[in-house]
C-alpha cells in the first residue's frame, strides 16, 4: 500500500503561481510513475503531467510550458510548479503513484483557485 498526502493549494490571482506537493509513504520502492491529475467543476478528472522514477515527464498540452513536475526519489515526493495560473485551472488536484505490481493510489485532492 502506498498513501499520498498533497498540499500546497490554495487561492491565487489570475497569472500567479502556485506549487503542489505530494509525499509519498508506505511501499514505495515499488512506484514508479507519479503524476498530477485535476477535476475542474462539473467536469471529469483528466491528466495534468505524471513523470517517471528516472525523470521523464509528460504533460497536458493545456498546461506546457507553464507548469514543470518534478520529483525527489530520497523523499518520495514529486511537486508541481505553476506558474501563469489561468482561471480554466481552478480544479481539484490529485496526485497520483503507479506501482510495479498494477497498483493505482490517489490522494486526497487539494483545491485550486484562480481568481481576482
Known amino acids: 500500500q502506498v498513501r499520498l498526502v498533497e498540499s500546497g493549494g490554495g487561492l491565487v490571482q489570475p497569472g500567479g503561481s502556485l506549487r503542489l506537493s505530494c509525499a509519498a509513504s508506505?511501499?514505495?520502492?515499488?512506484?514508479?510513475?507519479m503524476g498530477w491529475y485535476r477535476r475542474p467543476p462539473g467536469k471529469q478528472r483528466d491528466l495534468v503531467a505524471v513523470?517517471?522514477?528516472?525523470?521523464?515527464?509528460n504533460y497536458a498540452d493545456s498546461v506546457k510550458g507553464r507548469f514543470t513536475i518534478s520529483r525527489d526519489n530520497a523523499k518520495n515526493t514529486v511537486y508541481l510548479q505553476m506558474n501563469s495560473l489561468k482561471p480554466e485551472d481552478t480544479a481539484v488536484y490529485y496526485c497520483?503513484?503507479?506501482?510495479?505490481?498494477?497498483?493505482?493510489?490517489w490522494g486526497q485532492g487539494t483545491q485550486v483557485t484562480v481568481s481576482s
Open positions: 497520483n503513484a503507479r506501482d510495479s505490481i498494477g497498483g493505482n493510489y
Open positions: 513523470i517517471t522514477s528516472r525523470g521523464s515527464a
Open positions: 508506505g511501499s514505495i520502492f515499488s512506484i514508479n510513475v
